[in-house]
């Protein structure tokens, strides 16, 4: 029996399993969808670093500036 309600299993594969809120239609989307499937909203693309590269930065600047503080 076929569950016309959830994803299909090539779908959790390509998309994994991890879901956002669509923010026109309120309905659960893959947070990797472009499009929600739903209501066709547009999802922006994140801009900048990611979060990670922006800790390892200041952690590496803070580091340098204790040694040269130090030294």
Do not use: K
């Not at 200041?58 to 030294?71: H, K, P, Q, R, S």
Request: net charge negative.
């Amino acid at each position: 029996m076929l569950d016309d309600e959830g994803p299909s299993q090539s779908d959790v594969d390509r998309f994994g399993s991890e879901t956002t809120t669509c923010p026109e239609c309120r309905e659960d989307v893959y947070e990797d969808a472009g499009v929600c499937p739903n209501c066709g909203h547009v999802f922006d693309p994140p801009t900048g670093p990611p979060t990670w590269a922006i800790w390892v930065a200041a952690f590496l600047a803070t580091v340098i500036v204790v040694m040269w503080v130090l030294a």
